[in-house]
């Protein structure tokens, strides 16, 4: 798979932004799930987010979205906006029954940009068929979505970000239950994401997979556990306090040092 990467003018290290969290409670209906977190993702940095089951991971990245507001504290954006911040939340769905073609999904990615109701140029064309391309689906243009296997609408998705071309990406689960050459095209992808100067910030349950391609970890048990360089913060004393601390709320049923989901 071809690794180069599209751009459309945001060269640097530090076009990805800042994002602050200073005393952050996010919750439903009054319940936090995200309690008194403070912090920073520094512009550029490639960042894991992992912890238990409820742990909050998946809401910390709506409350960053601006899709749930704060119960106390905020979310301080240094250098971005809110609409230059993409996502690919947890187990996306292409629904099979609709008539919508790769490259039109793909294409999806330019909305931001253009809008919907204004036509896609030639040039915008050619930046997507570029993405698939890039993600390994190269000559996927015409076919359906419905004929794509699970790794292959991944992929898609992956292109479609690829085509937002935002500095700061949010991912939620991405590498869930994909075969392992998928997996490792898309982290290189990401990886790549990262070497461009964009804010990657991702969560994850495979620990060793952490290890192996993400500098920066954030643990979290609904509150701070550790934040900082990967190899501190998943260290075994850690790991085993996660383990204790989601006990009171039916958190992991594996041992922690395994994996958290």
Not at 64 to 77: A, D, F, N
Not at 198 to 212: C, G, K, M, N
Request: aromatic share 4%; proline share 4%; net charge positive.
């Amino acid at each position: 798979m071809a690794t180069g990467f599209l751009g459309h003018g945001l060269i640097g290290t530090s076009m990805g932004g800042v994002i602050r969290l200073d005393n952050l409670t996010l919750g439903y209906e009054r319940h936090p799930a995200v309690h008194h977190l403070s912090g920073e993702f520094a512009s550029g940095t490639l960042t894991a987010i992992v912890g238990p089951n409820g742990a909050g991971k998946s809401t910390l990245l709506k409350g960053i979205l601006g899709l749930m507001r704060p119960l106390e504290g905020h979310i301080l954006l240094s250098g971005i906006r809110r609409q230059q911040i993409a996502c690919l939340p947890q187990q996306v769905t292409l629904e099979p029954d609709f008539p919508i073609t790769v490259l039109e999904v793909a294409m999806m990615g330019h909305w931001r940009r253009v809008g919907i109701l204004r036509a896609i140029t030639r040039h915008l064309r050619r930046v997507a068929i570029e993405a698939l391309l890039r993600v390994g689906l190269a000559g996927f243009e015409h076919r359906s979505v419905s004929s794509l296997s699970s790794g292959q609408r991944q992929r898609l998705l992956f292109a479609r970000l690829m085509v937002e071309d935002a500095p700061v990406i949010l991912l939620d689960e991405p590498f869930t239950a994909m075969d392992d050459r998928t997996t490792t095209d898309l982290i290189t992808i990401v990886q790549q994401w990262h070497h461009q100067g964009r804010t990657i910030i991702a969560v994850l349950h495979d620990l060793e997979q952490v290890r192996r391609h993400f500098p920066y970890t954030l643990l979290l048990a609904r509150r701070l556990l550790a934040w900082g360089e990967t190899a501190m913060v998943l260290s075994a004393a850690n790991l085993r306090q996660t383990h204790t601390m989601s006990e009171a709320w039916n958190g992991c049923t594996e041992p922690c040092s395994q994996g958290i989901a």
